[in-house]
Every structure is written in structure tokens, then in C-alpha cells.
């Protein structure tokens, strides 16, 4: 069974980062555009994604990563 592949996508996006408790306002909906599937490349479909406690840590900026 094939699925037709949308055109776009939601993503949600890290607005700006807390400095407290962290709330629906440092966070962004957004559509764009499925990229382009090349040579070699497969896409990915998410269809659930897990919250856990140490993305707290990484959204904060404190882990050393960007």
C-alpha cells in the first residue's frame, strides 16, 4: 500500500527559551514543505514522539549542545 506524501508538514519549534516554568508561549506550530527525498535518502513518517524529563535540561540550553 502506497500513501500519498503531503506537501507539508508540522513542526514545532523552540520560540525562545524559558527562564522559568516553561509554557506554551516558548513554543511555535509551523508548516513547511516536506523535503525533497533524494538518491539513497528514505522519509521518515512520525506518527508519535515521547516527551521525557531531559529535554528540559537540552532546551534550556545547559547541556553544551545547540
Known sequence: MTTAV?????????SARPDGVLGTE???VVRVPVPEVRAGQVLVRNRLMSVVAVMRTLIEGGAGLP
Not at 6 to 14: F, K, N, R, S
Open 6 to 14: 503531503p506537501a507539508t508538514h508540522g513542526e514545532v519549534w523552540l
Open 26 to 28: 516558548h513554543f511555535e
